[in-house]
């Protein structure tokens, strides 16, 4: 699939038109399938990975997906076959990928909270990398090694103090956020660790944040880190792997959002980095499955409320929470032909006022059981959804060359309360 091919396919306005994605009909689909459930693209996934790849051909360099985005097993694969590797940030994220099929020596742990059992199951699996966010870890991190008889290598996250112009909720580069340590602190730790048997610090890492749809961030971000790069080999330390993180952002507006591209991105990267001879590691999330991925929903009913009218569906802040969370942005398109323009807010059952996708929107008039579509769906929807009001886990289905697949199924009563139990014996401490 050519490149100009991946981008029509993804874009909500064709998909629409067409009611099909990656030549699956959406009603078909809907009609075998109960919604709410999230559609996926392969061929849009792998279209990303393919422009990711040919932007860095030539340069040394591994990408890492940001499982958080969107841990599915199926998808993590689709992953594998590309051979992409995984940042993690927990064990099971590590268990999912190890069983996507995804190799330990492709794995990179991320973090700010990984504790000791993390770390071991990690040493012991031989992730390839750390990237080390305190001084506790790091000689926890070294403590672990040790007992384990091995040696872990590690690269320490640095916070370039860089606003990535991005929501307030997603921005994890600036002094103020939770994310990596000070460069005073990070040379420190290489002054600390020279020698050391069982620790191999000799790697760099920063991520400044999510959604960004500029180069500047980026270009003040990879500055500083390159310019500690410097410094560092120039005081004697080997520095083998520099990890500058993902953050790339993706259209959720059609025709507002201007994500960065790509080649731009990688010029940029090339240009900061011309004279380091290692490792280039990115880790991108969103920007690979975000654009991939829809979630159809049907309305149950349209309610006037004065001059408000709320168009409700069975989707929900609990199958995407984005919205709710981050008063994000997803363009909502009822899939029919009609053509009487409305406005609705559009709202799902959960009995929360924030359990709104949108508010005011201009779209076609809907009725009880029209299908719609959730664009932008592919990232931070189905990995971040819970069973609020207990409503069970949507489906999740992969599409592929006008054939589909269910990668999880929609959860059942009995699976959803599965860990639950009255008490049957009490405990005295």
């Known amino acids: 699939m050519s490149v100009v091919e991946g981008k029509a396919m993804t874009a909500i306005a064709d998909v629409a038109a067409s009611r099909t994605f990656d030549g699956v009909d959406l009603h078909a689909l809907a009609?075998?399938?109960?919604?709410p459930f999230y559609a996926y693209s392969a061929n849009a996934i792998r279209q990303r990975i393919a422009g990711l790849q040919t932007a860095f051909d030539g340069l040394d360099h591994r990408i890492c997906y940001a499982v958080k985005a969107n841990s599915n097993i199926a998808i993590l694969q689709l992953m594998a076959h590309q051979g992409i590797g995984a940042d993690i940030v927990s064990v099971g994220e590590l268990q999912r990928s190890l069983a996507a099929g995804i190799p330990a020596e492709r794995i990179v742990f991320s973090g700010v909270g990984k504790t000791r059992e993390e770390i071991g199951k990690a040493l012991a699996v031989g992730v390839w990398r750390f990237n080390v966010e305190s001084a506790d870890e790091l000689a926890l991190l070294e403590q672990v090694a040790?007992?384990?008889?091995?040696?872990?290598?590690?690269?320490?996250?640095?916070?370039?103090?860089?606003?990535?112009?991005?929501?307030a909720k997603i921005s994890t580069g600036k002094a103020e956020n939770k994310f990596g340590v000070s460069i005073d602190e990070a040379r420190r730790w290489f002054v600390q660790s020279s020698g050391s048997a069982h620790l191999r610090l000799d790697g760099l890492h920063a991520h400044i944040g999510s959604q960004i749809l500029s180069l500047e961030p980026f270009r003040r971000a990879l500055r500083r880190v390159e310019d500690f790069r410097r410094e560092l080999v120039e005081a004697g330390h080997e520095i083998r792997s520099v990890d500058i993180g993902g953050g790339l952002g993706v259209s959720y507006r059609a025709g507002l959002d201007r994500p960065v591209d790509v080649n731009e991105y990688a010029a940029l990267v090339r240009e900061i980095f011309a004279s380091f001879n290692g490792t280039l590691v990115l880790e991108p999330g969103r920007y690979l499955v975000g654009e991939a991925g829809i979630l159809l929903t049907r309305a149950i009913r349209v309610k006037s409320a004065g001059e408000r009218e709320f168009l409700v569906v069975d989707a929900a802040m609990n199958d995407l929470l984005r919205p709710s969370l981050y008063e994000a942005w997803h363009d909502i398109v009822p899939l029919h032909d009609r053509r009487e323009p409305a406005r609705y807010d559009v709202v799902g059952p959960v009995c929360e006022t924030g359990d709104t996708f949108a508010r005011d929107r201009a779209m076609t008039r809907c009725r009880a059981g029209d299908l719609l579509m959730i664009g932008g769906a592919g990232a931070y929807?189905?990995?971040?959804?819970s069973t609020y009001n207990s409503r069970p886990l949507t489906a999740e289905v992969l599409l592929d060359d006008g054939r589909y697949a269910v990668i999880r199924r929609r959860q059942s009563f009995a699976e959803m309360v599965a860990g639950e139990q009255l008490p049957q014996a009490w405990n005295e401490t």
């Open 31 to 35: 009609a075998a399938i109960q919604t």
């Open 146 to 167: 040790k007992e384990q008889g091995a040696c872990a290598r590690a690269a320490v996250r640095i916070n370039p103090d860089v606003d990535a112009q991005t929501h």
């Open 381 to 385: 929807g189905s990995s971040m959804a």
